[in-house]
């Protein structure tokens, strides 16, 4: 196979508003204008990260900030929070969020936190307290975990947290017409379709099937011919070893 079809970049899907979407954008706008926490929960690979991205572009007051396991801590999700809002993030525990409190006072924003999985309950506490002070938004979006981890099974010490969650959205799979819709750069037949929708059913979720679009698009490039199953098939052989 010549390695030059991998040398230009595959156009990535247009933003679709699907349900998992819209449910994120209805999160966001719950969060932005009352002041409160959102939660959005779901699998990996459902577009939730995508949602998130296109919300914060689309509005001015609005900061993303994509999390990793260093950000974990009180301490480390403070630090990133500055970092991000342009701030010295240096300092103990009280300082870094005072700096935080002065700066939310100051210049009213969103603030978005994905794979808040990654947070621990101090963290978690320490963002509460941050939106109790400053009355500014607050979204935590993550797996599954982020769920659990917000709900404690309704133990004492996670009571606060589970009370000041004020919406709770779970991300949705897409529908097969959703799927036409968001690979609808390239016109697919009902056997194409069928085969996209189930990848975006299983591991990887819907990230998983972009991945295999792209690569299908580009194989099909290659050979001057249009985009079909046989295609998709290849690309997902190379992407997940079978079929």
């Given at each position: 196979?010549?390695?030059?079809?991998?040398?230009?970049?595959?156009?990535?899907?247009?933003?679709?508003?699907?349900?998992?979407?819209?449910?994120?954008?209805?999160?966001?706008?719950?969060?932005?204008?009352?002041?409160?926490i959102a939660l959005i929960y779901?699998?990996?690979?459902?577009?939730?990260?995508?949602?998130?991205?296109?919300?914060?572009?689309?509005?001015?007051?609005?900061?993303?900030?994509?999390?990793?396991?260093?950000?974990?801590?009180?301490?480390?999700?403070?630090?990133?929070?500055?970092?991000?809002?342009?701030?010295?993030?240096?300092?103990?525990?009280?300082?870094?969020?005072?700096?935080?409190?002065?700066?939310?006072?100051?210049?009213?924003?969103?603030?978005?936190?994905?794979?808040?999985?990654?947070?621990?309950?101090?963290?978690?506490?320490?963002?509460?307290?941050?939106?109790?002070?400053?009355?500014?938004?607050?979204?935590?979006?993550?797996?599954?975990?982020?769920?659990?981890?917000?709900?404690?099974?309704?133990?004492?010490?996670?009571?606060?947290?589970?009370?000041?969650?004020?919406?709770?959205?779970?991300?949705?799979?897409?529908?097969?017409?959703?799927?036409?819709?968001?690979?609808?750069?390239?016109?697919?037949?009902?056997?194409?379709?069928?085969?996209?929708?189930?990848?975006?059913?299983?591991?990887?979720?819907?990230?998983?099937?972009?991945?295999?679009?792209?690569?299908?698009?580009?194989?099909?490039?290659?050979?001057?011919?249009?985009?079909?199953?046989?295609?998709?098939?290849?690309?997902?052989?190379?992407?997940?070893?079978?079929?």
């Amino acid at each position: 196979m010549n390695f030059e079809l991998f040398e230009k970049k595959s156009e990535s899907p247009d933003f679709v508003m699907t349900k998992c979407a819209s449910n994120v954008m209805m999160a966001c706008t719950y969060a932005k204008t009352n002041g409160d926490i959102a939660l959005i929960y779901g699998e990996a690979g459902l577009g939730k990260t995508a949602a998130l991205k296109e919300f914060s572009k689309a509005r001015e007051g609005v900061t993303y900030i994509e999390l990793n396991t260093c950000d974990k801590s009180p301490k480390g999700v403070c630090e990133r929070i500055l970092e991000t809002f342009g701030k010295p993030a240096w300092g103990v525990d009280r300082k870094l969020v005072n700096e935080i409190i002065h700066y939310l006072k100051a210049s009213p924003t969103l603030i978005i936190l994905d794979e808040a999985q990654h947070l621990n309950q101090r963290a978690l506490e320490t963002l509460r307290g941050i939106n109790d002070v400053t009355k500014m938004g607050l979204v935590l979006c993550g797996n599954p975990t982020v769920y659990d981890q917000m709900h404690g099974k309704r133990q004492a010490h996670f009571a606060q947290l589970y009370s000041r969650i004020g919406l709770r959205r779970r991300a949705t799979v897409p529908t097969k017409q959703e799927i036409s819709s968001i690979f609808k750069k390239s016109p697919l037949d009902d056997d194409c379709c069928e085969l996209l929708h189930k990848l975006s059913l299983a591991d990887g979720g819907l990230r998983n099937a972009v991945k295999v679009y792209n690569l299908a698009v580009n194989l099909a490039a290659a050979s001057n011919e249009a985009l079909d199953l046989l295609f998709l098939q290849s690309a997902y052989e190379m992407v997940c070893g079978d079929l």
